[in-house]
């Protein structure tokens, strides 16, 4: 498996090779990704922003994610994930974003949707993709995955 490290040099050579920016859509990551991108001395030359938008209300304020999807399909949802993705992408100007949603834990899991199910949005140009991971393991294994399953995934794509 990829370093983390070494990921982020992935993800920035591609990006700054292209002249693309990226931006950030994160709910139950918290700012993880963001933070792991802004790591990397020189970041600012790719990486744009990131919107934190844990509550449903921001995710509509931000992003402009319609309530109607959220009360049809929950924040937790690949619909949202790609709702949160395109509204970062325009919001920010940007070729590249990823979004993330999901659930945590250790609370606010259900039959249907268990803690660990995180729903994700990636946009590169006029593409968008979403998928839904099932992670195992405590609060910050689920975010730390999350943010690992981000990244990785936005590089197979960019490749």
């Known amino acids: 498996m990829i370093n983390q490290l070494d990921l982020t040099q992935q993800l ?10 990226i931006a950030l859509a994160e709910s139950c990551t918290g700012g993880l990704v ?3 991108l802004t790591e990397l ?28 999807t959220l009360e049809r399909f929950g924040a937790v949802s690949e619909e949202v994930a790609r709702s949160m993705v395109q509204g ?8 590249v974003a990823i979004a ?5 834990g250790p609370t606010g899991g259900s039959p249907e949707k268990p803690v660990g ?7 590169i140009d006029e593409k968008w993709i979403c998928k839904t991971a099932h992670f195992i393991g405590d609060r910050q294994a689920v975010r730390e995955e999350a943010c690992d399953y ?8 960019l490749q």
Do not use: M
């Not at 920035?12 to 920016?21: C, P, S, T, V, Y």
């Not at 993330?100 to 945590?104: L, Q």
């Not at 981000?150 to 794509?157: H, K, P």
């Open 12 to 21: 920035a050579q591609i990006l700054i090779q292209r002249h693309w920016k």
């Open 117 to 123: 199910t995180v729903c994700f949005g990636w946009a």
């Open 88 to 95: 970062a992408q325009k919001n920010a100007g940007v070729q």
């Open 150 to 157: 981000a990244l990785s995934e936005l590089l197979a794509l």
């Open 34 to 36: 963001s933070a792991r």
């Open 100 to 104: 993330i949603t999901g659930i945590a």
């Open 41 to 68: 001395a020189g970041s600012s030359e790719w990486f744009e922003r990131g919107y934190v938008t844990y509550s449903n209300q921001a995710k509509i304020d931000c992003l402009g994610v319609p309530n109607a």
